[in-house]
């Protein structure tokens, strides 16, 4: 029985030594891998949300027409503390009268941050422009969001205000990924954006929603060539204080997972993303007919500390000895896994 043994375990030896080339075994950090990118993964997340106030408290913000002596636009703050291309914008509003009508345009723009106390102003406020995008009818969504809500309706530049508005609409902005913002905030080092808004409509005055959120400094409104401060009216139970937009950004990641089709001891998996990227975790699972380990579905998992964008990083399973079909599985935290498929003889695996 052991010759028996010995002489097949020689056998698979020999057939091994034919693949491996000769002056030594297949460098595996240097194997020939897929270069066309057919395993991308990716993943659509919330990356900053402030819902709209539908309470009694409730009020909306006049961002519509544009003219010489009242260029309305409004503006709030958001934080970003992880890389990714912004693909999803959503903001909620009211309408003066409480009837929706036909916007036209929208214009919607990204600035970098000034913070309080730069030049002669105590509060925060859009700095220089990023990035700009207008979006006409037929370009977005739109649909009623609330209609069972009783609050205002405020435009700071003239001072007009009016109560009992019941209905609250969501506008949906979807942006190509080749003309996405890319936001460049880590963990470590966070970035202050502002996003400014202003509607042209055909009828009407569409007021963009305030929200029950309060983060970092007030919103702010344009108004005789400089931002100011947004704060509620002195009509308002909740005069004088800070007045947030209700808004949403979404934003898109993708990474890249390249496998070598053939790979001795052990697997190597080079990985890499479109953005930069902070503490990523993964994991590695094999399973099938696998003799070492011995465990049935092994798993290896591990941290990517950092890698910046288009930067690829190498992770690896441990040590694989076995003869037959294997699956394997990687997973990068938050993103949907890639599955392939092998055959192990011996330490060698070829992987499909």
Known sequence: MKKKIIGIFVCMLMIVATIIPVGGMIDNDNVSLEQDRSNIISRFWTK??????????????????????????????????????????????????DTEYNITEFRLSIHKDIPAGQ???????????LWRKYFFFGDFESYLYDGNVFDSWWDPYTGGRIGGIKRIYQ??????????????GTPTK???????????????EF????????????????NDLQWNELKYPNWHPCHNESIDMAFQIITYNEWYVEIPKVAVLYIPIRCGSIAEQWLQNWSIGVGGDVWY??????RWSGTIEHADANETVIIKTGFLFGCGFFNLMIELEGFPPVTK????????????
Not at 293 to 298: A, F, I, K, S, V
Not at 341 to 352: C, E, H, Q, R, Y
């Open 48 to 97: 900053w949300v402030q819902q709209p106030d539908n309470t009694s408290n409730g009020i909306s913000i006049c961002v519509d027409r544009m003219d010489e002596e009242y260029p309305r636009w409004a503006a709030d703050d958001f934080k970003c503390t992880k890389t990714g291309k912004i693909i999803k914008i959503n903001l909620w509003g009211s309408w003066y009268g």
């Open 119 to 129: 030049g002669n102003y105590n509060y925060s406020m859009p700095g220089e422009e």
């Open 171 to 184: 506008y949906n902005f979807t942006i190509p990924k080749s003309e996405a913002f890319m936001q460049n």
């Open 190 to 204: 966070p970035i202050i954006y502002w996003l400014a808004v202003h509607a042209i409509s055909e009828t009407g």
């Open 207 to 222: 007021g963009w929603k305030a929200s029950s959120k309060h983060w970092n400094d007030d919103a702010v409104y344009y």
């Open 293 to 298: 380990p011995p465990e049935p579905d092994q």
């Open 341 to 352: 498929k092998g055959f192990i003889l011996s330490f060698v695996m070829f992987i499909w």
